[in-house]
């Protein structure tokens, strides 16, 4: 066990998985030098330019380059520097990666990671701040991993790299320094298992990516105000733990959604139709969510500020679901 | 390399196979008992058959969406290809592709694409793992001269160009893209041309003359396989029937162009030629034909008689099971 931070967990599970897997190698734009995110530092140092490529600035081909080496039995863990790329490419994710094995008669393995990168906070304006999510889990083939902890980036991306499917493998720019203790070992996290990440019994929140965080702060601060949150993070959302979201519920009778990405049409109403499908008769009040407003991420900081969820808004959601006491004096 | 008579007479007999493949498929197309659209490679089976010929089993090719004649190149068995048109679960693909999906991964086909130009990017990514093997494997992307205007082969070429990979990019240039003229979609005429722009030699060959065709591409097959990268072949050809099924009714091409290619049907060529060089007579070229009628027969009976897939089965095949420890 040591501290580490969260890009660090990412790293550490690639290079274990490239040491003893020869047939694993990475692909992205300036990857060698450790990528725009440090998710791959130090892997060129390690295992050299046969297993450490940079590409050209060509989303497709860099997807296409997965996808048939995947086909032919490699093991590729392919980058896309923003995850708003990914709409250059998506035909590569969306009509070959994800339908090629079902489209052969269930034929073919296509063992790809593609690693990609969202969030916005940082000033980098529309298109390069946005959360796509929504997006990769509509489609049937790929599977989505969006961890939240350093905890959870380390044993997702062991799990995302032995899974023999396409795993789109999502961080976002504001997790990646954060710290906690993580073991040294390689440990794999099974895909679709949720997370219970702090028990409550008055109000679940489902949260995902950045927005767990903001859920446990939001939970902190109500926990002096009399209000006991369960904050539970799904960390795959395809293939969805249905069966952990509607068990909080069922003991919590009211549940928040919450997520970075723009709330209309978001993951998030995935789940909450689920939650109002199977968990109905244990609801003791509608399903609410927090998301981004309905418009491209702004660049100035106000703006932008404005536009970015935290946990005033899950707050402010779960106030209207259970009585909330006065903010204790010492805040 | 000169191919022997027994050899070329073994060209003409896949070509023949091919043709009347795609003729019986059009018209079960059209009595609709192939459900769909079939994209006939009728008039371009020099291609298919003098590529392939070039080809060991375990190369791989990415076809394109005109892709019948490939599939029977690379060795498939036309019964399980009817099948497959047929949309019924004996098929290669148990159903789930049909006309424009019908592959199979163990003869190297990777799979027919409905996106025109998104082969090139991930037959790309087979080169690189073919080098990685080390055997000598090529792959071979194929593009129309519609598909050169998308911009995955251009990405694609760079990175093939650059890195010098096993890969041969076949344009099949058979002056239409779906309904439109070479020169309303290409800003060339001659779509090899682009090769220098990526690094690599570019090639025009006679489409019509499979001899010419599998020593083009013989040559470019010879370049990958020593390491020395990927080659832009371009065969002119022509494609006697419309982009879709026999006649879309909407755009006609102008009728003494398609006499004219009509005229050098590939077929016929190497059929006059091989009488000439007396590997063969008028009898054994007509017993190919009847034996090739034959053979397109018994695939319709065991396609009309296969059963479809089973809808309890939608989901199985869109994921692999388990994962490695």
Same mark, same amino acid.
């Given at each position: 066990?040591?501290?580490k931070?969260?890009?660090e967990?990412?790293?550490?599970?690639?290079a274990y998985?490239m040491?003893?897997?020869?047939t694993?190698f990475?692909?992205?734009?300036? +990857?060698?030098?450790g990528?725009?995110?440090?998710?791959?530092?130090?892997?060129?140092?390690?295992?050299g330019?046969?297993?450490?490529?940079?590409?050209?600035?060509?989303?497709s081909?860099?997807l296409g380059?997965?996808?048939?080496?995947? &086909?032919?039995?490699?093991?590729p863990?392919?980058?896309?520097?923003?995850?708003?790329?990914?709409?250059?490419?998506?035909d590569?994710?969306?009509?070959?990666?994800?339908?090629?094995k079902?489209m052969?008669?269930?034929e073919?393995? /296509?063992p790809?990671v593609v690693l990609?990168?969202?969030?916005?906070?940082?000033?980098?304006?529309?298109?390069?701040?946005?959360s796509?999510e929504?997006?990769?889990?509509?489609v049937?083939?790929?599977k989505?991993?969006m961890?939240?902890?350093?905890?959870?980036?380390?044993?997702?991306?062991?799990?995302?790299?032995r899974?023999?499917?396409?795993?789109?493998?999502?961080?976002?720019?504001?997790? /990646?320094?954060?710290?906690?203790?993580?073991?040294?070992?390689?440990?794999?996290?099974? &895909?679709g298992?949720?997370s219970v990440?702090?028990?409550?019994?008055?109000?679940?929140?489902?949260?995902?990516?950045?927005?767990?965080?903001?859920?446990?702060?939001?939970?902190t601060e109500?926990a002096q105000?009399?209000v006991?949150?369960?904050v539970?993070?799904?960390?795959t !959302?395809?293939? !969805?733990?249905s069966?952990?979201?509607v068990?909080?519920?069922r003991?919590?009778?009211?549940?928040v959604?919450?997520?970075?990405?723009?709330?209309?049409?978001?993951?998030?109403a995935?789940?909450?139709a689920?939650?109002?499908?199977?968990?109905?008769d244990y609801?003791?009040?509608?399903?609410?969510?927090?998301g981004?407003?309905?418009?491209?991420?702004?660049?100035?900081?106000?703006?932008e500020?404005?536009? /970015?969820?935290?946990?005033?808004?899950?707050?402010?959601?779960i106030?209207? &679901?259970?009585? +909330?006491?006065?903010?204790?004096?010492?805040? | #390399?000169?191919?022997?008579s027994?050899?070329q007479?073994?060209?003409y007999?896949?070509?023949?196979?091919?043709?009347?493949?795609?003729?019986?498929?059009?018209?079960l197309?059209?009595?609709?008992?192939?459900p769909?659209?079939?994209h006939?490679c009728i %008039?371009?089976?020099a =291609?298919a058959? %003098?590529?392939?010929?070039?080809?060991n089993r375990?190369?791989c090719?990415?076809? $394109? @969406?005109r892709?019948?004649?490939?599939?029977?190149?690379?060795?498939a068995?036309m019964?399980?290809?009817?099948?497959?048109?047929?949309?019924?679960?004996?098929?290669? @693909?148990?159903?789930?592709g049909?006309? #424009?999906?019908?592959a199979?991964?163990?003869?190297?086909?990777?799979g027919p694409?409905g996106?025109?130009?998104?082969?090139?990017?991930i037959?790309?990514?087979?080169?690189y793992?073919?080098r990685y093997?080390?055997r000598?494997?090529?792959?071979?992307?194929m593009?129309?001269?519609?598909?050169?205007a998308?911009?995955?082969?251009?990405?694609? #070429?760079n990175l093939?160009?650059?890195?010098?990979l096993p890969?041969?990019?076949?344009c099949?240039n058979n002056?239409?893209?779906?309904?439109?003229?070479l020169?309303?979609?290409?800003?060339?005429?001659?779509?090899?041309?682009?090769?220098?722009?990526? @690094?690599?030699p570019g =090639?025009k060959?006679?489409g019509?003359?499979?001899?010419?065709?599998?020593?083009?591409?013989?040559?470019?097959v010879?370049?990958?396989? *020593?390491?020395?990268?990927?080659?832009l072949?371009e065969?002119?050809?022509?494609?006697f029937y419309d982009?879709?099924?026999?006649?879309? %009714?909407?755009s006609?091409?102008?009728?003494e162009?398609?006499?004219?290619w009509r005229? *050098?049907?590939?077929?016929?060529q190497?059929?006059?030629?091989?009488v000439?060089?007396g590997?063969?007579?008028?009898a054994?070229?007509?017993?190919?034909?009847e034996?090739?009628?034959?053979?397109?027969?018994a695939?319709v009976?065991?396609a009309?008689q296969?059963?479809y897939?089973?809808?309890s089965?939608?989901?199985e095949g869109?994921y692999?099971?388990?994962?490695r $420890?």
């Amino acid at each position: 066990m040591s501290v580490k931070k969260y890009w660090e967990g990412i790293v550490e599970a690639q290079a274990y998985e490239m040491e003893r897997d020869p047939t694993i190698f990475v692909a992205g734009e300036d +990857v060698q030098m450790g990528g725009l995110w440090a998710t791959e530092r130090g892997l060129f140092a390690r295992f050299g330019p046969e297993r450490v490529r940079n590409t050209p600035v060509a989303e497709s081909a860099i997807l296409g380059l997965g996808v048939g080496a995947a &086909l032919l039995g490699m093991r590729p863990i392919v980058e896309i520097m923003f995850a708003d790329f990914m709409a250059v490419c998506l035909d590569q994710a969306v009509n070959q990666a994800a339908k090629i094995k079902y489209m052969l008669g269930g034929e073919a393995r /296509l063992p790809l990671v593609v690693l990609t990168h969202q969030g916005a906070g940082r000033s980098m304006a529309a298109q390069h701040s946005q959360s796509l999510e929504a997006w990769f889990c509509h489609v049937p083939g790929l599977k989505v991993v969006m961890p939240a902890t350093p905890y959870d980036a380390k044993g997702l991306m062991h799990a995302a790299i032995r899974d023999d499917n396409p795993v789109v493998y999502i961080t976002n720019k504001r997790l /990646l320094g954060l710290r906690a203790e993580v073991p040294d070992e390689a440990y794999a996290i099974p &895909l679709g298992q949720a997370s219970v990440c702090r028990e409550g019994t008055d109000v679940t929140v489902v949260a995902t990516g950045a927005m767990v965080k903001e859920a446990l702060d939001a939970a902190t601060e109500l926990a002096q105000r009399g209000v006991e949150v369960e904050v539970v993070d799904p960390r795959t !959302l395809s293939p !969805l733990d249905s069966e952990t979201i509607v068990q909080s519920v069922r003991k919590t009778g009211r549940v928040v959604v919450a997520q970075e990405a723009v709330m209309f049409s978001g993951f998030g109403a995935e789940i909450a139709a689920q939650i109002a499908d199977l968990a109905f008769d244990y609801l003791d009040a509608p399903v609410k969510r927090v998301g981004a407003p309905f418009c491209p991420v702004p660049f100035s900081p106000p703006l932008e500020q404005a536009w /970015l969820p935290d946990k005033t808004q899950i707050v402010a959601r779960i106030a209207e &679901l259970v009585p +909330v006491g006065a903010a204790s004096v010492q805040g | #390399m000169e191919l022997s008579s027994s050899a070329q007479v073994e060209m003409y007999r896949l070509m023949v196979r091919i043709r009347e493949f795609d003729e019986r498929a059009v018209l079960l197309s059209e009595q609709a008992r192939i459900p769909g659209p079939v994209h006939l490679c009728i %008039g371009q089976e020099a =291609v298919a058959v %003098g590529v392939c010929f070039t080809l060991n089993r375990d190369d791989c090719i990415a076809p $394109a @969406n005109r892709a019948h004649g490939y599939h029977l190149a690379k060795g498939a068995q036309m019964d399980r290809m009817m099948a497959e048109l047929y949309g019924k679960v004996t098929g290669y @693909n148990k159903g789930r592709g049909g006309s #424009m999906h019908v592959a199979a991964m163990g003869l190297g086909n990777l799979g027919p694409n409905g996106i025109l130009g998104a082969g090139a990017p991930i037959a790309v990514g087979a080169a690189y793992a073919c080098r990685y093997y080390g055997r000598g494997q090529v792959v071979v992307a194929m593009l129309g001269d519609a598909a050169a205007a998308e911009g995955t082969i251009h990405e694609a #070429m760079n990175l093939a160009g650059l890195w010098k990979l096993p890969v041969i990019f076949l344009c099949e240039n058979n002056l239409y893209g779906e309904f439109m003229p070479l020169a309303m979609h290409s800003s060339i005429e001659d779509i090899s041309d682009r090769a220098a722009g990526y @690094n690599m030699p570019g =090639v025009k060959v006679d489409g019509m003359d499979v001899l010419a065709v599998h020593e083009a591409m013989s040559a470019a097959v010879a370049r990958a396989r *020593r390491g020395y990268g990927p080659t832009l072949l371009e065969v002119k050809t022509y494609r006697f029937y419309d982009h879709v099924g026999r006649d879309y %009714g909407v755009s006609k091409r102008p009728e003494e162009e398609v006499a004219y290619w009509r005229a *050098r049907d590939p077929i016929k060529q190497l059929r006059t030629l091989l009488v000439e060089r007396g590997a063969f007579d008028d009898a054994e070229a007509d017993r190919i034909l009847e034996e090739a009628h034959a053979e397109v027969e018994a695939a319709v009976e065991f396609a009309e008689q296969s059963p479809y897939p089973d809808p309890s089965t939608l989901l199985e095949g869109v994921y692999t099971e388990g994962a490695r $420890a």
